[in-house]
């Protein structure tokens, strides 16, 4: 079936290092792919998303493309914040079009900024 | 209010108890969603409802009830619950035309005594 692989953590970085969490996925048809983050205490915050191959998604610093032929969808940020410490997840929908409105996560990455 | 909201945010609850908890969209969506999430294991879903039927329950306990009254609204009730439910519990929701981004609520802390 699908699945969303993600990279262990926490990964630790110090303020205005680059950062990279990578992101791999199994599905069938064409997929939408999404990253959502989790900061302490709060539900999934959706940060971006691509919906076809070779899309770059990007909101605030942060971009994934949607690279068909790698099967992936890395999240990059050129210069992080102490405030981007988070879980951050990825994640995809049911893309075979059975139109379940179905999400399957990754198993999440925490991050921890430190000054 | 916006977005979703969940209420209440944390519940203590005893193995004998029944309680409920709420869910409210003001996004005008058409498909909820009831997530658990526990430490170290990635998110659970657990129902889905698509204009107000439940279209998916991933073998789900029968202690966990849902109920959709309509496509704003979306209860889980609980009763005779053990220590390992003890989990965050998480609603979302989405328009059901695609590409399927859910939004979700804070959250409610449920912990099992």
């Known amino acids: 079936g699908d699945s969303v692989t993600q990279m262990e953590g926490p990964v630790t970085l110090s303020e205005e290092a680059f950062l990279t969490i990578n992101c791999t996925y199994t599905a069938t048809g064409y997929p939408s792919l999404f990253w959502y983050v989790q900061y302490p205490g709060e539900g999934l915050q959706l940060l971006l998303k691509?919906?076809?191959?070779?899309d770059k998604g990007s909101n605030k610093g942060f971009e994934a493309t949607y690279r068909k032929e790698t099967t992936s969808f890395h999240l990059e940020k050129g210069s992080v914040q102490v405030s981007d410490s988070a879980v951050y997840f990825c994640a995809l929908s049911d893309g075979a079009g059975r139109n379940t409105g179905k999400l399957i996560f990754g198993q999440g990455t925490t991050l921890q900024v430190k000054p | 209010e916006t977005g979703v909201t969940q209420t209440p945010r944390h519940l203590v609850m005893g193995m004998t108890n029944k309680k409920s908890l709420k869910c409210e969209q003001h996004?005008?969506?058409?498909?909820m969603y009831w997530y658990k999430q526990s430490a170290k294991k990635p998110l659970e879903l657990m129902f889905v409802y698509s204009l107000e039927e439940r279209v998916e329950n991933n073998s789900v306990p029968s202690r966990f009830s849902p109920e959709c009254p309509n496509s704003s609204h979306l209860f889980l009730h609980l009763h005779t619950l053990q220590p390992e439910d003890s989990a965050l519990y998480l609603c979302a929701s989405s328009d059901s035309g695609g590409p399927y981004e859910q939004y979700f609520g804070p959250g409610t802390r449920l912990t099992v005594t």
């Open positions: 996004l005008g969506h058409n498909a």
């Open positions: 691509a919906t076809k191959a070779d």
